[in-house]
């Protein structure tokens, strides 16, 4: 796979795909236009971040740091900054030969066949993870997934961990980084997303919905006609974290504030989307239309332009600070157990 460098973060490719190995999703010209605009913006970002980085010890988080990363994390330095944001780093530290001792292991048949099964449907389009290339991505994630089930018992393997770690390992290109940043993503900023009750995926589902009756009321009158619907149309959105659903540049910029501030941009995400297409989502007239229209608003320029949009999910919600949705969690959790238990 022959790449152009684009300026410093990013690449043009020459054959078709995108500087991660995918398929480019739209005219040749139209995408090459798009990011050449977009390397103007990276360039000037990183000549920042370089500066910001030089000779310092492990960043530390403060709002210039916060300010640089919703501005977007340039390639070269996104790897180094997930790490230390989220405390992967740390936790690699501390772990030596960790990670390679998960491997040596003696390996759960089970656990090894459902990963089996899922390594052909992980991006099957992308050129890193197909089998004729060498050396392939799919033998790292494999690996990445089989050692992080045997360290989440509790968890072992759940469908949408695949693309995940496969995401991280295009950034990081390195395994045991990849399970790290998957331990950070799925012990701490999102616990039980993944876990066999999948309770705090059906949590979060829940909070979005009384947030959408807060800060889109008429959205969220639709919505109540609808029971169940809050799963049908944003459970992918979230167990994915995006991936599949907006284009990878604007997933990757998601990425860099979800590691440093946390699950609420997930929120905020999605309230953006919902907001920004509420005239649309209020011509639904039945269950289907709802579904239709949450498809067809991840798609189209608002989602394309990532700079844009990054900038739209931080000013559109207004305010939401992660104590706010602690506390909604808490009141949606409960409402949840007491649902199922009757």
């Known amino acids: 796979m022959d790449m152009e460098s684009n300026g410093k973060g990013t690449s043009l490719p020459n054959d078709g795909v995108d500087a991660y190995g995918f398929s480019i999703p739209q005219a040749w010209e139209s995408y090459e236009e798009a990011m050449n605009e977009y390397g103007v913006v990276l360039n000037r970002r990183s000549m920042k971040w370089s500066k910001l980085l030089q000779g310092k010890a492990p960043i530390e988080k403060n709002l210039t740091v916060k300010r640089y990363v919703r501005k977007g994390i340039p390639n070269e330095h996104r790897s180094t900054i997930w790490m230390v944001s989220s405390g992967a780093q740390e936790q690699l530290q501390s772990h030596p030969g960790f990670y390679q001792s998960l491997l040596a292991m003696e390996h759960d048949p089970k656990l090894e066949e459902v990963i089996h099964i899922d390594m052909h449907r992980t991006f099957p389009d ?7 290339v060498e050396p392939s991505q799919r033998t790292a994630l494999y690996n990445v997934l089989l050692a992080y089930g045997h360290h989440n018992k509790a968890v072992g393997y759940c469908q949408g961990m695949n693309f ?18 998957m331990d950070a993503l ?7 997303y993944y876990s066999p009750a999948m309770l705090g995926l059906k ?14 009321p008429a959205v969220g009158q639709l919505m109540t006609q609808f029971p169940g619907i809050w799963t049908l149309v944003v459970s992918r959105w979230f167990i994915c974290l995006y991936i599949d659903v907006l284009p990878v540049e604007t997933v990757l910029r998601i990425w860099d504030c979800l590691f440093y501030e946390g ?38 320029p608002f989602t394309q332009d990532c700079h844009h949009f990054m900038q739209k999910i931080f000013a559109e919600p207004g305010s939401l600070s992660m104590a706010t949705i602690t506390k ?15």
Request: glycine share 4%.
């Open 126 to 132: 992308n050129v890193l993870f197909q089998s004729s």
């Open 186 to 192: 799925i012990g701490r900023i999102l616990p039980d």
């Open 203 to 216: 949590t979060d589902q829940e909070v979005l919905g009384d947030l959408v009756k807060a800060k889109a």
């Open 328 to 342: 909604m969690r808490e009141s949606c959790r409960q409402r949840i157990i007491m649902e199922e238990t009757r």
């Open 263 to 300: 699950s609420k941009v997930l929120f905020r995400v999605a309230l953006t989307l919902i907001r920004h297409n509420q005239p649309e989502i209020l011509m639904a007239r039945s269950l289907m239309d709802v579904c239709e229209c949450f498809k067809s608003i991840t798609k189209g």
């Open 164 to 181: 995940i770690a496969g995401y991280l390992l295009i950034i990081t290109k390195d395994e045991e980084k990849s399970f790290w940043l």
